[in-house]
T-cell receptor, first 106, second 112 residues
Framework: KNEVEQSPQNLTAQEGEFITINCSYSVGISALHWLQQHPGGGIVSLFMLSSGKKKHGRLIATINIQEKHSSLHITASHPRDSAVYICAVTSDKLIFGTGTRLQVFP | NAGVMQNPRHLVRRRGQEARLRCSPMKGHSHVYWYRQLPEEGLKFMVYLQKENIIDESGMPKERFSAEFPKEGPSILRIQQVVRGDSAAYFC??????????FGPGTRLTVT
């Protein structure tokens, strides 16, 4: 079993839909990261959080330390949000989930 | 403040050649991490370095791979005698404090 599990693996949505991507982890962590990887391959760090909730534009990330679970929400999704979203946790090193491939259609 | 720089962005090597991947961290960052993303797989930690020191190399293959982060200049990931299975995207990230990491654009290595 992977130490960081994401669901779903693949997600398609119509433009404007509200999207949720989930991440569960089984190790002790000091922080959790949400990353975005576009088809070109570059990686952008979206959030780093250790408790509570963070918001940046249409993106919201939450974490529940007791339940070892985090969610990434995208409101009013847009085709340019199409990417792979990766959850990663900082344990003694950064451990990555396998990613959620999101496609948003117009 | 420029972001993390990696070069080359694309590298093609024949089997048996050496590959050198460079990573210039953000200004003021003294922590560098290397990650590998094999085709259709997730990112995997390779090595964590601070200036002139390897802190954690538990993700590095035991042979042919080495990394350094000298006092001056970029961090180098070196792969000797490359094989087809080394074809992957190699990402570098830097951090000021071993906490928040900023990723470079990656180097795509293709071994023919």
């Amino acid at each position: 079993k992977n130490e960081v599990e994401q669901s779903p693996q693949n997600l398609t949505a119509q433009e404007g839909e509200f999207i949720t991507i989930n991440c569960s982890y089984s190790v002790g962590i000091s922080a959790l990261h949400w990353l975005q990887q576009h088809p070109g391959g570059g990686i952008v760090s979206l959030f780093m959080l250790s408790s509570g909730k963070k918001k940046h534009g249409r993106l919201i990330a939450t974490i529940n330390i007791q339940e070892k679970h985090s969610s990434l929400h995208i409101t009013a999704s847009h085709p340019r949000d199409s990417a792979v979203y990766i959850c990663a946790v900082t344990s003694d090193k950064l451990i990555f989930g396998t990613g959620t491939r999101l496609q948003v259609f117009p | 403040n420029a972001g993390v720089m990696q070069n080359p962005r694309h590298l093609v090597r024949r089997r048996g050649q050496e590959a050198r991947l460079r990573c210039s961290p953000m200004k003021g960052h003294s922590h560098v991490y290397w990650y590998r993303q094999l085709p259709e797989e997730g990112l995997k930690f390779m090595v964590y370095l601070q200036k002139e020191n390897i802190i954690d190399e538990s993700g590095m293959p035991k042979e042919r791979f080495s990394a350094e982060f000298p006092k001056e200049g970029p961090s180098i990931l070196r792969i000797q005698q490359v094989v087809r299975g080394d074809s992957a995207a190699y990402f570098c990230a830097s951090s000021p404090n071993d906490h928040e990491q900023y990723f470079g654009p990656g180097t795509r290595l293709t071994v023919t």
